[in-house]
């Protein structure tokens, strides 16, 4: 795999890590069924629209607000480190691009990897090894 690649695959893996903390900390009791049904679509147009601004930090603030989230602690931890590493790196315009031009990948990244959650959460509480 060729380094920018490599920066690519990363960069999208945080992208789906931090809507993944936005996703997880949305506040359910609010959303009602009708809505439920296009949440995705609702979602990847909130993540577009979120998206411009120059820093990660602003994006995720935005669009915290747009679904009416609030980060949950055992995901904090991973967002500041998300966070930290994008601006040390000066990354922030180029995660805020990819989270623009692939926001149907990242949503679908994000989809898959939180149906995994599900799925080893089920076999661990029926005492089943993965």
Known sequence: MMKCEAITEKLRQDAVNLISAVWHGINWDNIGSRRRMKIYDEFANKIKSASA????????????????????????????EVIRGIEAQDLDLEILDALRSETELIVLLMREANNELKENSKQATLGATP
């Not at 820093?55 to 602690?73: A, G, N, P």
């Open 53 to 80: 601004t120059g820093k990660t930090s602003q994006f995720l603030e935005k669009l915290c607000e747009k679904m009416d989230s609030s980060i949950i602690v055992a995901d904090a931890g991973k967002v500041l």
